[in-house]
């Protein structure tokens, strides 16, 4: 799992947020619906990364705090219903 940690480190953005990708999808293993912004997608990471990799977070953490505050400046109000498909999703993958 730690190799799937640091790729999605990788990919995180300067600003603290993730893009859809082939490459973040892969290391996920769930497919991203059509049109879903960069709000939705960095909290399916920050959420994949809670449940699947809960042991490393030691790994990830700092990153996920910078997903937060990036997220926060970005809130839309939104979130509570993107919140239980994304928690819905993961539990599948």
């Given amino acids: 799992m730690s190799e ?5 480190i990788e990919l995180q953005q300067f600003d603290g947020s993730w ?3 082939s490459e ?15 709000e939705w997608v960095t909290l399916l990471v920050l959420n994949w990364l809670e ?14 705090e910078k997903a937060r505050n990036w997220l926060a400046t970005e809130n839309s ?17």
């Fill in 24 to 38: 973040l999808t892969d290391i996920i293993g769930i497919k991203i619906p059509a049109g879903k912004g960069k």
């Fill in 19 to 21: 893009n859809t990708s």
């Fill in 4 to 8: 799937k940690v640091l790729a999605l």
């Fill in 77 to 93: 109000g939104t979130w509570e219903g993107m919140e239980a498909e994304i928690v819905e999703l993961v539990k599948k993958a």
């Fill in 51 to 64: 449940v699947k990799c809960a042991e490393e977070e030691g790994t990830w953490g700092m990153v996920a």
